[in-house]
Every structure is written in C-alpha cells, then in structure tokens.
C-alpha cells in the first residue's frame, strides 16, 4: 500500500499569513495527487488534482506543486473561510489519504 | 447540477449489517465510477472501495475486503454499499463520491452528505 504522510498536522496562522503543507508518499505517484478542504461536520471539498491543477471555482490563492513523491498545498494569503483541516490523497494505486492537517486560527 | 444524496443515519449492534444507499443525479449514471469513504469520529478519510457504474467492476481495500459489497442499481441510479459482521471501529460516516479523471488521474470531485453509522451493543 502507498502511505502518505502530511506535515505539519496541525498549523496555527493568522489572517494574510501564507501557508504551505506538505504531502508526501512513501513510493513515486507522479502528479497523481489531489487536495481536499474539509470544514468542520462538513463534506470533503477538491481543491487541487493532479498535483497542480485549480478545481474550477476554487480561489486563485490555493496552489499546488509537487511531483514524484514530495507535493505541497499553499494559501498564499489566509482568509477567515479558510480555517479547516487539509488532506492530500494519491490516486495511483487506488487511494490513500494523508493524516491530514488542521489550520487554525492564531 | 451533479448530486449525491446517501440514506439516513443508522444504529447496529455489532455483528449486525448495514446497507447505505447514495442516489445519484445530474449526469450519466454509467459514465462514471463510484467510489465509498469512511471517517471514523476525529479522524481521517479511509477509502473503502469502488464500482464501475457501467459494468459493476469492484475493487476493495484489503482492510473491508469480504465483508464490504458494493452494487449499483442503474434503473434508479443508485450506488449501494453494504458492510457486514459490524464491529465498534466500523462506527464512522459513511461517504459516496463520484470519480472523474482528467490526465489520467482520479479525483473526487462531488460527495454524497454523508450517512452516519453507529455500531454499538
């Protein structure tokens, strides 16, 4: 099974600070790597898939990089809708799902 | 709009099974797999397997394999997942998501609500 590990796990960042999380997998996935925001009682929501790509609709402020087997997540400038907990999963042996990081306000 | 609506809560005694429905609308039902989730309380996304709307295909993960079973009705476009002999750790909410690919990678674009279960004695 490919394991995934996110750092940190939990992050306290005030409003306009820029964030980046860190995913990453325990065998080469490629750019098969996607990022989900999950507020809390809430529905998983896609950010980010294939690694870099903007799911349509979401802010121009979340980006994604990575390939292989380091990827990361940053918000570029916090904003109060933001504070939620983040999870990359690798879709290339079928899916696994990192710890997950929670983004709380300082 | 694509939408996802899963059945209601449900309580089990352990050993017991539960069957959770998701009805899906707003696109070609068997254009596209389904896959279901699980988040134990305070905890992470689990995948739990999926199905080929198209042609029933399954894959499961090892964790719930032999006791999940996945099905589709395609006359009512609606996804089923089935778990049995339950036990206290399978308490969770119970998700269905539709794939999409694009480069060759799956993602999971639109999500059921959720249906809790709770598994106790």
């Known amino acids: 099974d490919i394991q995934m590990t996110q750092s940190p796990s939990s992050l306290s960042a005030s409003v306009g600070d820029r964030v980046t999380i860190t995913c990453r997998s325990s065998q080469s996935i490629s750019s098969s790597l996607n990022w989900y925001q999950q507020k809390a009682g809430g529905v998983p929501k896609l950010l980010i898939y294939a690694a870099s790509r903007l799911e349509s609709g979401v802010p121009s402020r979340f980006s994604g990089s990575g390939s292989g087997t380091d990827f990361t997540l940053t918000i570029s400038s916090l904003q109060p809708e933001d504070f939620a907990t983040y999870y990359c999963q690798q879709s290339s042996r079928f899916h696994t799902f990192g710890q997950g990081t929670k983004l709380e306000i300082k | 709009q694509v939408q996802m609506v899963q059945s209601g809560a449900e309580v089990k005694k352990p050993g017991a099974s539960v069957k959770v429905s998701c009805k899906a609308s707003?696109?070609?039902?068997?254009?596209?797999?389904i896959s279901w989730l699980r988040q134990a309380p305070g905890q992470g996304l689990e995948w739990m397997g999926w199905?080929?709307?198209?042609?029933?295909?399954?894959r499961y993960a090892q964790r719930v394999q032999g006791r999940v079973t996945l099905t589709t009705d395609t006359s009512t476009t609606t996804a089923y997942m089935e778990l049995r002999t339950l036990r206290s750790d399978d308490t969770a909410v119970y998700y269905c998501?539709?794939?999409?690919?694009?480069?060759?990678?799956?993602?999971?674009?639109?999500w059921g609500q959720g249906s809790p279960v709770t598994v106790s004695p």
């Open positions: 707003g696109y070609i039902f068997t254009n596209y797999g």
């Open positions: 998501a539709r794939e999409a690919e694009v480069s060759g990678v799956i993602m999971f674009a639109y």
């Open positions: 199905i080929s709307a198209y042609n029933g295909n399954t």
